[in-house]
């Protein structure tokens, strides 16, 4: 079965930055579209950014031009590198993988907190 192991979380200043990772294990990792979420405490969870099988990009308009999500498919992982880290940015980021057919698998996620 996927497994997604999430790491690089952390505490930064503002304007700061942080790469996140998550390794992928348990079906062919170059097939799934790969995503990162947030959850802010009392929010509801929000895609951050993605990846297609194919390459193709997509940011919230919120990190757009600060966030940049990247993958290996030959180490089976997938990054989001995070720039000009703001206080807004402060939440748990969860890494999806996600296939046809509604197939669809969560990490376990990692605290990012943006503070002084």
């Known amino acids: 079965q996927v497994q997604l192991l999430e790491s690089g979380g952390g505490l930064v200043q503002p304007g700061g930055s942080l790469r996140l990772s998550c390794v992928f294990s348990?079906?062919?990792?170059?097939?799934?579209?790969m995503n990162w979420y947030r959850q802010a405490p009392g929010n509801g969870r929000e895609l951050v950014a993605g990846?297609?099988?194919?390459?193709?990009?997509n940011y919230a308009v919120s990190v757009k031009g600060r966030f940049g999500i990247s993958r290996d498919n030959t180490k089976n992982t997938v990054y989001l590198q995070m720039n000009s880290l703001k206080p807004e940015d402060t939440a748990v980021y969860y890494c999806?993988?996600?296939?046809?057919?509604?197939?669809?698998?969560w990490g376990q996620g990692t605290l990012v907190t943006v503070s002084e």
């Open positions: 999806n993988a996600a296939k046809a057919l509604g197939f669809e698998y």
């Open positions: 348990g079906s062919i990792f170059r097939i799934y579209a």
């Open positions: 990846i297609s099988s194919g390459g193709s990009t």
